[in-house]
């Protein structure tokens, strides 16, 4: 029996375009350098200039991850829920 009743609309399949995955690690690699960075020049210097490039090194790639997380939270629809 089709658990789908035929008064409601199916959604199609998302549209999923295939990128080589040489394409998908720019990104993550900048970020790597740049939080690495960022370490390096908390323990090499502590005042001045190199305080205020740690914590702008720092804070960039936590930024990254909190809107891609918020981003992928609020576009992906939640399982809990729904019709039955």
Known sequence: MNAVSPNMPVSPAPDI???PSVA???WPIALGLLTAFGLLSALLGQHGIW?????????????VTVACVLRAWCRTPSVKGGQS
């Open 17 to 19: 375009t295939l990128r």
């Open 24 to 26: 998908v690690w720019p």
């Open 51 to 63: 305080l205020a490039l740690s914590w702008a090194a720092l804070s960039i790639p936590l930024i």
